[in-house]
């Protein structure tokens, strides 16, 4: 069963968006003014949820609800987009009892269509209606578009105060690469924590989780991730060991959130870990890990399951790094592949086999350069991402 934080309902409508069988509006609403955070999208075509959310936040730092649909993106539809956007918060504002600007809007779909607002206003009632009869995991279906199944992930966190509970979910499995893919996530809490810290809390873990993943190297329109916490556990998360303890759990959850987009991948079958370190910094080892992981050739390779070093390598000297190619030691399952410019003399197509056939594939190049480090999670691109990806709209 999941653990649900306390003071949140959850609702769904079937809207017939793009199918008339399934739900693809979903509704999450706090029992109270809930400190509120987001990380967006940096993609300039921005999506008009993402636009208004990023208002209304800037406003105030606090909601009470989020407002999800699927099979509509209202990317790029202008003055009109903005305008519909905000009628749906005044929909879901009212059948949730509460005032539009403590509503958080989020869309994914096509870019370019605008909103069916008969369906919209059709659907509203239905939202009401439903009200705290649906569940967290109803809410994820609903929010899925391309993904092949729900991403939820929960837990009870010991604060010295007493115990809050954290839950994420969220849906991506294609344009997946965010830079804050096509990428929405929902993180609810019940610690009293202040709008600042909780900012703080959430750009920290997406910066270790959703901003370190990548499935195809496309940056979405729509990009979003809120966070909610509503204090109806009455136990405070203010000072900085309970601060701490908090930011752990919410990263936790984020990073379990993030494997499960890339194993998800559309069409995907691996899931690569891939780790850069020995860079001059930080932002040197991202550049290097990233150049590996959106590149075609290493991703159809982990297809394959063909332990092809050579297109890692070749990734990495074109990433931009600054490293010497003589100080580079690469490994794949823990087992030496290249270093001091050429490759291990072993037999390593035999050697590499079983970890290549695994669904979770390590790794790791030692730049022997400085201290910098980052890991990415990445995966393999297939026929059937192509497949997908061909006929999305039809």
Known sequence: MTIVPKGFQFAVAAAGFKRADRNDL???VSQGEAAAAGVFTKNLFQAAPVLVCKELLGE???AR??????????????????????????LAAKAAGIAPEDVL??????????????????????????????????????????????????????????????LGMCKGAGMICPNMATMLGFILCDADVEPQAWQEILSFAAD???????VDGDTSTNDTVLALANGASRVPAKDAKSLKLLRAAVTEICQELSYRIVQDAEGGT????????????????????????????????????????????AALGRSGADFAPEAVVLTIGGILVFEKGQPSPEDLD????????????????????????FTLLASDLTKRYVEINADYRT
């Open 350 to 373: 035999a050697l590499l086999a079983p970890s290549m056939r695994h669904q979770d594939v390590e790794i790791v190049l030692d730049l022997g350069a400085g201290r910098g480090v």
């Open 270 to 313: 691996k899931v690569a870990h891939i780790t850069v370190r020995g860079a001059k910094s930080n932002a040197q080892a991202e550049l290097a890990a990233r150049a590996i992981g959106n590149s075609p050739l290493v991703k159809t390779a982990l297809f394959g399951c063909d332990p092809n070093w050579g297109r890692i390598v």
């Open 65 to 90: 609800a989020l407002l999800v649909n699927s099979g509509q993106a209202n990317a790029c539809t202008g003055a009109e987009g903005l305008a519909n956007c905000r009628a749906t918060l005044e």
């Open 208 to 214: 270790r989780s959703f901003n370190a993943l990548t």
């Open 26 to 28: 979903g509704l999450i």
């Open 105 to 166: 809007p989020t869309s994914t779909g096509v870019i370019g269509a605008q909103l069916k607002m008969d369906k919209w206003a059709a659907a509203a009632p239905l939202l009401a209606a439903n009200l705290g009869q649906a569940s967290a995991m109803d809410v994820a279906k609903a929010m899925m578009t391309t993904d092949s199944f729900p991403k939820l992930s929960a837990k009870a966190v010991a604060l010295p105060g007493g115990e809050v509970r954290v």
């Open 60 to 62: 105030r730092p606090l």
